[in-house]
């Protein structure tokens, strides 16, 4: 199973104060900064956006990710 391709960008619910941060740190050009942040199709999953922004906007699915790895690898553990 490669596990790479679950784990996703999430926006969050924080306001977005448009620093820019994230446009700079993206290796690939992939984010407009609008109202939020828009991810384009072309993420190589660095994420250096989500580390370097200050409010919390940019977040990834990976606790549910790991989460559901577990239980695949450990169904009966609760």
């Not at 391709?5 to 992939?30: F, G, M, Q, Y």
């Not at 919390?56 to 990976?62: Q, Y």
């Amino acid at each position: 199973m490669h596990f790479s391709n679950l784990v996703k960008l999430e926006l969050t619910d924080n306001e977005c104060i448009h620093c820019s941060i994230c446009v700079k740190v993206c290796p690939r050009a992939n984010i407009k900064l609008e109202e939020k942040p828009i991810i384009a199709d072309t993420c190589e999953q660095c994420f250096g956006c989500v580390h370097h922004c200050i409010t919390h906007v940019l977040k990834t699915n990976m606790d549910k990710v790991v989460k559901d790895i577990l239980i695949h690898i450990y169904p009966y553990h609760k």
